[in-house]
Every structure is written in structure tokens, then in C-alpha cells.
């Protein structure tokens, strides 16, 4: 019967207390083999060239710079390395850059490291890793952003709370002291961004919606 393929694992972390605790946890799992443990991005770099592992766990601040381009680096030699990306808080710039370099998770060193094994795993197995957290946030924003009016600018809302007021093109204009073209401009965009057909559709919308509140 033939034994089944370890799963080979750099570790690239500059805390050592973390790293050695995360190295015996995944030295103990039988499918796990942790190939090294290093704590620089430049020895990150040459481990994973001179033995390249399936997966690295790789932190996102090292002594000589941020994981991402080393990750970067990483994925374009070794296009089918795993990397999970490591940090000390969720932040949603750090999971685009992560992203964007490849990596195939992102997660907080807050996870127990019975879930980081378990990550290990699942990026082998070409799954994709966020933390619930960082997941939720996002979605919140995806939902914000699909509101109708929740990307509209300072001087748009403006301009909508003085329609609401019943003021004309010419008397926003006025009382802004800007274009009469440049309120044109505005009120097309906000009739857009709240997926309206007029400026009465609009007003109406927005003040369902809570985008203004209604004029006294």
C-alpha cells in the first residue's frame, strides 16, 4: 500500500515563538512536512528556490520587508507554491496586494494553530482562505456599494438635499456659485447613481432610501 505524499511547508516568520509553536503543531500532523523555518524574506526567497515546498506560510512584516513581494517573487518561479499570507490584524489593503501576488489566503495569526493546519490543507487543495472577520467586512462594503446613492460624492449629496428642497438647476447654481453646466452635470450623475429616470425619481428614491432625509 503506497503512502500518501506529505504536504511540504515552509514556514517564513520573524517571530520565533510563533514559529516554533507553529512548526511543532504541523510537525506532529502525519500528512505535514515542514521543509524549513526562516525569517527573512531573502531566505524565504532562496529556501523556496532551492527546495520548493507546496505550501509557505508566509508573514506579511519581515525584517527586510513585506511578504507580499516576496510572495510575488515566490509564485513567479514556482507558479503551483501555495502561499497563505499571515498577519498580526485583518486589513483589506494587505488582502488585495495578497491577492494580487497570488497568494492563495489570507489569515490572522489570532487563529488557533489546529486552524492554521487546517489551512495548510485546504490551500494545497487549491481552496481560497480569508478570515470570518476580514470576510465580513468585505461584504458589508460589497453591500454599501450596491446600494443605489452609496457612491455618491460630497458635492452630489448637496445638490440632491437642495432638489429636495424644490430649488431649479439655476437656483442650486446660484446658491453653490458654481456652473449652471456644472449643476447639469451634478444632477445627471446623481439621477444615475440612483438608478433614477428624472430629479422627481431621484428625490423620491433618495429619501426612501435614507440617502437624505426629508426637508423641513
Keep these: ?99 494580487q501576488a497570488g497568494c492563495s489566503g489570507y489569515l490572522t495569526k489570532d487563529h488557533t494553530v489546529e486552524e492554521l493546519i487546517l489551512a495548510v490543507r485546504a490551500a494545497h487543495n487549491g481552496e481560497a482562505l480569508i478570515s470570518p472577520a476580514l470576510l465580513s467586512r468585505l461584504l458589508d462594503r460589497l453591500e454599501d456599494r450596491s446600494r443605489p446613492g452609496s457612491d455618491l460624492t460630497a458635492r452630489e449629496a448637496e445638490v440632491l438635499r437642495l432638489l429636495a428642497r424644490g430649488l431649479s438647476n439655476q437656483a442650486i447654481a446660484a446658491t453653490l456659485d458654481i456652473r449652471l453646466a456644472t449643476v447639469r452635470n451634478h444632477v445627471q450623475s446623481v439621477i444615475e447613481k440612483l438608478h433614477a429616470h428624472s430629479k422627481l425619481e431621484a428625490v423620491a428614491t433618495a429619501l426612501r432610501l435614507g440617502v437624505i432625509r426629508n426637508p423641513e
Design 1 to 99: 500500500m503506497s503512502q500518501q505524499r506529505q504536504i511540504r511547508v515552509l514556514i517564513v516568520e520573524d517571530h520565533r515563538m510563533f514559529s516554533q509553536a507553529l512548526r511543532a503543531a504541523l510537525d506532529e500532523s502525519d500528512d505535514i512536512a515542514v521543509t524549513g523555518a526562516v525569517e527573512t524574506s531573502a531566505a524565504g526567497l532562496s529556501a523556496a528556490h532551492e527546495d520548493p515546498p507546496d505550501v509557505v506560510l508566509m508573514d506579511y512584516r519581515l525584517p527586510d520587508g513585506d511578504g507580499v513581494d516576496a510572495a510575488r517573487r515566490i509564485k513567479s518561479a514556482h507558479p503551483a507554491t501555495k502561499i497563505v499570507m499571515l498577519t498580526a490584524a485583518s486589513d483589506d489593503t494587505i488582502l488585495r496586494e495578497a491577492i
